[in-house]
């Protein structure tokens, strides 16, 4: 099996190690005086996104990951999965439900994703970082709310998904949310 080395990153490598499959975001030779030297790293996980700090000797070997980003459009769910059809072969593709259900939340039928695979397999969904989806359910607004206003309530989202939103939202508005933390960012 071939293998990288710590000399061979690049920014925007895959690599796969113990604790999952990290994008290389930043990376840095050092060479002390003293001691062996090593590789400074920023890795981004591709599961969440989130960004970790990691230091590996000069020369670790790593399994390099081919990884490929597809557009996608969501057609349906299935129960058990998620039905994508490629855009431009027009194929199908079934995605156990449970790979990316935090993305999947803010995906409407008939959407345009980003689906990553990694070594030929689906490995994660990329959504844009804020959607706009319509408000299919919320309390009435009170007389004397506004804009300016404090204050929020539960609304249930087309796709299903319940958030807050400021009182003056009403049923069949439009909002724009944030997907990384699903808070009310403003109307759409």
Do not use: C
Request: hydrophobic share 35%; net charge negative.
């Amino acid at each position: 099996m071939p293998t990288i080395t710590t000399n061979d990153l690049k920014n925007g490598m895959s690599l796969e190690l113990d604790d999952g499959l990290f994008e290389v975001v930043e990376f840095q030779h050092v060479k002390p005086g003293k001691g062996g030297a090593f590789v400074r790293t920023k890795l981004r996980r591709v599961e969440d996104g989130s960004v970790i700090d990691k230091t590996f000797r000069a020369g670790e070997k790593f399994r390099p990951v081919r990884t490929e980003t597809r557009r996608m459009q969501y057609l349906y769910d299935s129960g058990d999965a998620q039905v994508f059809m490629d855009n431009e072969s027009y194929e199908q593709l079934e995605i156990a439900s449970d790979l990316d259900p935090d993305s999947m939340r803010w995906v409407r039928p008939n959407d345009e994703v980003e689906l990553l695979f990694v070594d030929e397999r689906p490995a994660g969904i990329q959504i844009p970082s804020a959607v706009d989806l319509e408000v299919t359910e919320t309390q009435p607004g009170l007389k004397g709310d506004t804009a300016s206003g404090g204050g929020s309530k539960p609304a249930t989202l087309e796709t299903g998904v319940t958030i807050e939103v400021p009182l003056f939202i009403e049923e069949g508005e439009k909002v724009r949310v944030d997907t990384r933390s699903g808070d009310y960012v403003s109307r759409a």
